[in-house]
């Protein structure tokens, strides 16, 4: 074999620098981080099969068997779940400074603070949503002093509709949307008013109401009378009276209707009155399954029953579905709610890398609804890493 002069210098070249420098001078990693053998399940994809997953730039490059390519940095899933980044549509985050990342750490990376403030208290909540790490938004409090022990609009002059309005126009790159609280101990005999001035409300911004319902004065079906496409129902396992069933188990007319008609229906977890085990069975039973697992959550609900997203996740796991469909209710179907996570709840390449890698531990796991009643369950979602537009957080 023969080389002339500049065939032998480049080869010499890179012999010699190759021998020097290693290999990674030549030419920059291909990709910034390379999760590594983990169990994907991206319902948007319909995928559930160990991948590797390529991210550089801040995008899903690539979801393969398996990435060969040099990357910055790889991070060993396997045994773990790598699902795209968990959506929350009912927190409280913008209650407290540091919530947001408690959340994202918890493998939120993207949520929505459903109405811990309302007109006269929007600043400070707005100003934690905007500086939130991970793409977050809010809805007002359709009761102008927010959430009040004696129940937000228990005054019906509290229901203030130029207030919220007001709010609304002066934050419209935060607020996308009102909730109302329409249970007896929190507007009374005001629920169906409540509801049709939150309506009014939003009706000049095309925005979204997310009602709280569960102990209504009023009968369910003539709440979800007033809900329209895309409006939200959350704590919709709240138990009687005026629960998504009726005396024998049955999915009430109005509440298929609605759904039926595009309505969402939210787990909201929380803390009291939103959620017992014996009313989860009959609205399972009955098929009605939920569009959207929450956590309702706050910093008190972070040491019971809530604690964190995957545990509230664990709860479907409890009833009876299936990993793949509550991994859908907390990424793909949250991206459909929100125009905020639109391009979000996915791995499909070019998309944001957001990014949850759970644990799902097998063992005896107490999960206690909220009136103190336990169950049992055998397994157990647990946080584990975070990623937030390839950027490991966690
Ligand atoms: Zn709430």
């Not at 790598?82 to 947001?100: E, F, N, Q």
């Not at 100003?127 to 793409?135: E, L, R, S, T, Y």
């Not at 996308?176 to 939003?202: P, T």
């Amino acid at each position: 074999m023969s080389l002339n002069r500049r065939q032998f210098l480049q080869t010499a070249a890179a012999t010699t620098a190759g021998l020097r420098l290693g290999p990674h001078l030549f030419a920059q990693p291909r990709y910034d981080l390379v999760i590594t053998g983990g169990r994907v399940i991206d319902p948007s994809l319909r995928l559930d099969a160990v991948r590797d997953v390529a991210i550089a730039g801040g995008a899903i490059q690539a979801v393969e068997p398996s990435i060969a390519a040099s990357a910055e940095r790889t991070l060993d899933a396997r045994g773990k779940i790598v699902a795209p980044g968990l959506i929350d549509v009912h927190t409280h985050a913008g209650r407290v400074k540091d919530g947001p990342l408690i959340c994202l750490r918890d493998g939120v990376t993207g949520f929505i603070d459903a109405g811990s403030q309302g007109a006269d208290g929007i600043a400070a909540p707005v100003a934690v949503v905007k500086a939130a790490p991970q793409p977050a938004k809010m809805l007002i409090n359709i009761g102008r002093a927010g959430i009040l022990p004696g129940g937000d609009t228990m005054d019906l002059a509290r229901a203030d509709v130029v207030a919220a309005r007001d709010a609304i126009a002066g934050n419209r790159d935060v607020l996308v949307g009102v909730k109302a609280r329409l249970s007896r101990d929190v507007c009374g005999n005001n629920d169906v008013e409540v509801l049709r001035r939150a309506r009014e409300v939003v009706s000049p911004f095309n925005l979204p109401v997310m009602i709280h319902m569960g102990q209504t004065m009023s009968p369910i079906d003539q709440i979800m009378d007033l809900l329209r496409p895309g409006d939200i129902v959350t704590h919709m396992f709240a138990p009687p009276p005026n629960s998504l069933v009726d005396d024998n188990g049955r999915i009430r007319p109005g509440v298929l209707a609605a759904r039926r008609r595009g309505v969402w229906f939210d787990v909201g977890n929380g803390r009291t009155g939103h959620l017992r085990w014996d009313t989860v069975d009959q609205i399972m039973q009955a098929g009605f399954w939920p569009d959207s697992f929450s956590t309702d959550w706050t910093p008190e609900g972070r040491t019971t029953q809530v604690l964190d997203f995957p545990n509230v996740l664990s709860k479907g796991l409890l009833i009876g579905m299936p990993l793949d469909a509550i991994i859908a209710r907390a990424t793909l179907n949250p991206s459909r709610m929100f125009e905020v996570f639109r391009d979000r709840g996915t791995l499909n390449v070019g998309a944001p890398a957001d990014v949850a890698i759970l644990e799902l531990r097998d063992g005896s796991f107490e999960f206690v609804d909220n009136y103190g009643n336990t169950r049992i369950g055998k397994q157990r979602l647990f946080p584990s890493a975070t990623i937030l537009g390839g950027r490991f957080v966690s």
